[in-house]
């Protein structure tokens, strides 16, 4: 019985196994169904969100596909900068940058590509092998590193031809090492070929190109700079590598209206000046074409390397120099950075600024002492070249005639209800009774002061906008300089101030100022807008703007024109101006001599602006001298500014090749000076100025007039007639002419010391009552920041 209990127990527990079994394979069944089903329903979302989204998620993995591969800018070329003839005055030349691809170096385990990279850089150019290593390891997951920058194309091609042939060798002698990893990328750098050359006019710009400083650089940095361009590369559908280019749009280009031989002979002048003779604390110089207001040369003594204008002369800016011009910046920046606070001196700089920050401030200021564009940017009381102006305007107001006659009893007197103001002509003795052209030839101060008062103060402040005193002129450079503070209103021009402004006095102008104006005169009474830039071109060469001259306004008659250059003429012929005068050439011009304030300083700054031929004037040319080196009033004489004109006139008509109206000089021939000399240079100096007579004739040393008389120069540059007896013995001596550029000698100008617009103050007088009020404007300073100029009663 037993026995068929535990068969039965066996057989029951086989079923319920069996059934277990069962049951477990069906659940089973169900959960794989369950899952299978969640599978599929998951499969088709994604189908859907491909589906949908299929062109989102292509741009997203291309992209992400994209950033793995290279991407590169490719530079645009900044456009040259020409003279009127193509010579290339500023242009951008290629160099290439050497670049690493660590990751590439080091893409095979072997290292076989590191050492033969290393080696082959360190045997081709010279680099450190331990160097290059230590560089390579600690980025070698970097695919770009910049290692050495400019280098020329001969560096290029020459390393790309010793990679060529070393990859050859390792191949051939079986081995795997090769030179990998190493490529170069373009860039362009601005490069100056005659270096410091018309470098106030051209202004330079970073080595890049992509910003200019100064000059044409700077004004028309938006016409010179170009588009970059890029180039990258991106896997497409097919897995394939393609790639995109952009192309770089290059800058255009510009020639400008400078004459590069004329720039270089007025530079030769100044700094034969600066540095061989007498020499001033600046000199500058400009050439225009009268009848277009184009600019032909431009330049100061302020010079500097445009391939490396941060570069300061060691001799004149010392660490002391530096550090005096630092305290003084200093102590603006500190006011500038702390308004509220109480002002420092510059004793006290150092307790708020380290030596080295007061040092980098000193830098700043002298970097923008040497940048400055004197021509442009500074402002000064131009004396008696300012005369014919007054003429002009009296002219055309019918104010005086030409033969209208005043006596020079060599001074005016006025009072204006608080001084007495004796105002002095040159020559103290009187110039008696003279006419419009006499008053110019003798630069009579009393003449002209009389004309202003017939004039009267609203006419004569209308003209002087009319000829773009107290105007910016429009020069397409930067930071022109704004006068119209320096220069009176009609309400507050009172007669004394009349009285000095008629001959230049008491107002300030810009060079460019006073050549814009002369050439209106010497082209029949067109004022031009003065201007620097000819043409734009684009990147082929192709003219895209032709700058006409632009006609702003009429400022004279023919007639009145035509005067003023026949008594100018008369100037250089038998006036003030006639160490002026060239041989073979009608010469025209007016000299200036001007003391700076304060006037007890007797410090001067002396001018001659010139034309020729005076029949169809085609070369202007103007040169200030601001305080010769020399004391007080032997400053005083604007022969200085007569013979660097000279010789940069005598010059430029010959580069012009204008035919002279007579038999010129052949020792003063370009031809003759350049035949001594195969290079070009002479040490004689070229167009050297030679002695006159009386007359304005030119003599040699010892000729003697039609009297016998030896004709001579003292030193001071004027005329001696020295008659001597049958043995040569001198018997007597005259100095002549009477009439010399010689600014006054008995010490005392008696001129108020202030101009419009400046921290002196200012004299606004009431032309009714006399009244003298002050004036104060420290909003309104000269660019000068501690001295203006006054002119002086002069010649």
């Known amino acids: 019985m037993r026995t068929s209990r535990n068969t039965s127990n066996n057989t029951n527990r086989k079923k319920r196994g069996k059934i277990l079994t069962q049951y477990m394979q069906r659940k089973l069944a169900v959960a794989l169904g369950v899952i299978m089903l ?59 940058n050497l670049i690493l691809d660590p990751k590439v170096i080091y893409s095979r385990d072997d290292g076989r590509y590191v050492d033969a990279t290393v080696q082959a850089l360190s045997e081709y150019f010279g680099y450190d092998q331990g160097e290059l290593k230590q560089l390579l390891e600690e980025r070698k997951d970097k695919s770009y590193v910049k290692y050495q920058k400019q280098l020329s194309y001969d560096d290029k091609s020459g390393w790309e031809k010793y990679v060529e042939d070393k990859n050859k060798q390792f191949a051939a002698s079986g081995d795997k090492a090769r030179v990998k990893g190493v490529w170069f990328e373009d860039e362009y750098t601005r490069t100056y070929p005659y270096n410091s050359l018309a470098c106030n006019v051209i202004g330079f710009s970073t080595p890049d190109g992509s910003n200019g400083t100064g000059g044409v650089e700077q004004y028309y940095n938006s016409t010179l700079m170009g588009t970059n361009g890029r180039e990258y590369g991106y896997l497409d559908d097919d897995t394939r590598l393609q790639s995109v280019l952009k192309e770089p749009t290059d800058g255009n280009s510009i020639v400008t209206t400078i004459n590069t031989n004329i720039q270089m002979s007025v530079e030769k002048y100044l700094n034969e000046w600066q540095n061989d003779d007498v020499g001033s604390k600046v000199a500058a110089a400009i050439v225009m074409d009268p009848k277009t207001s184009e600019v032909l040369a431009m330049a100061s003594t302020n010079q500097f390397n445009l391939n490396d ?39 006290q700089v150092s307790k708020y600024f380290t030596n080295d920050e007061i040092k980098s ?44 006659i005043f006596v020079c009893d060599g001074y005016v007197e006025l009072n204006d209800g608080l001084h007495t103001w004796r105002i002095k002509c040159h020559n103290i003795n009187g110039d008696g009774p003279l006419d419009a052209e006499q008053a110019l030839m003798r630069s009579c101060n009393v003449y002209l002061m009389q004309t202003a008062f017939a004039l009267g103060a609203e006419n004569f402040v209308k003209y002087q906008h009319i000829f773009g005193f107290g105007e910016k002129t429009g020069i397409d450079l930067p930071a022109e300089a704004d006068t119209s503070d320096l220069v009176y209103t ?67 008659s ?37 003391e700076k304030l304060p006037r007890s300083a007797k410090n001067y700054l002396v001018s001659f602006c010139g034309f020729a031929p005076v029949e169809d004037p085609q070369v202007l040319v103007y040169v200030i001298v601001d305080t010769p080196n020399l004391k007080g009033e032997a400053q005083a004489t604007a022969s200085f500014a007569i013979g660097i004109e000279r010789k940069i006139m005598n010059e430029a008509l010959q580069f012009l090749n204008i035919p002279a109206q007579g038999e010129t000089d052949p020792q003063n021939s370009l031809n003759n000076a350049l035949s001594t000399s195969p290079e070009g240079i002479s040490k004689e100096t070229m167009g050297a100025e030679v002695e006159t007579d009386a007359e304005g004739n030119t003599i040699a040393a010892g000729e003697t007039d039609a009297a016998g008389n030896v004709l001579e120069t003292n030193a001071n540059g004027d005329v001696v007639i020295r008659a001597t007896d049958a043995n040569g013995n001198t018997i007597a001596e005259t100095r002549g002419p009477a009439v010399t550029d010689e600014a006054i000698k008995d010490g005392s100008s008696d001129l108020p010391d202030a101009v419009p617009g400046t921290d002196a103050a200012s004299q606004s007088e009431s032309t009714e009552t006399g009244e003298t009020t002050l004036k104060n404007d420290d909003s309104a300073q000269t660019t000068e920041s501690d001295e203006t100029t006054a002119s002086k009663t002069e010649d």
């Open 38 to 96: 969640a599978l599929i329903a998951l499969i088709g979302a994604i189908y859907r969100i491909i589906y949908t989204n299929n062109d989102d998620y292509n741009k997203i993995v291309l992209s992400q596909r994209q950033a793995s591969y290279d991407s590169r800018t490719i530079p645009f070329r900044r456009g040259d900068i020409m003279d009127r003839n193509g010579t290339v005055l500023a242009t951008s030349q290629k160099v290439y």
């Open 309 to 347: 204008p941060r570069a300061l002369d060691p001799k004149v800016y010392t660490d002391d120099v530096l550090m005096k011009l630092g305290r003084t910046e200093a102590v603006g920046v500190y006011h500038r950075q702390k308004p509220d606070a109480e002002e420092i001196t510059e004793d």
């Open 361 to 404: 401030y000193g830098q700043q200021v002298a970097w923008n002492q040497i940048w400055r564009n004197v021509a442009v940017s500074d402002t000064y009381e131009p004396g008696s070249t300012a005369k014919p102006f007054t003429i002009a305007a009296a002219l055309e107001t019918g104010a005086i005639t030409p033969s209208t």
């Open 490 to 556: 009609a309400d507050t021009l009172g007669k004394t101030a009349l009285a000095t402004n008629s001959f230049g006095q008491n107002f300030n102008v810009t060079m460019i100022q006073m050549a814009s104006a002369y050439c209106s005169i010497l082209n029949g009474g067109s004022y031009y807008k003065p201007h620097v830039v000819k043409q734009i071109l684009n990147s082929n060469g192709t003219v895209l703007e032709d700058i006409k001259p632009e006609l702003v306004r009429t400022t004279a």
């Open 558 to 594: 023919k007639e009145t024109c035509d005067f003023l250059k026949e008594a100018l003429f008369q100037t250089v012929e038998g006036g003030t101006g006639v160490k002026a005068k060239i041989t073979g050439y009608h010469v025209g011009g007016k000299t200036g001599t001007a």
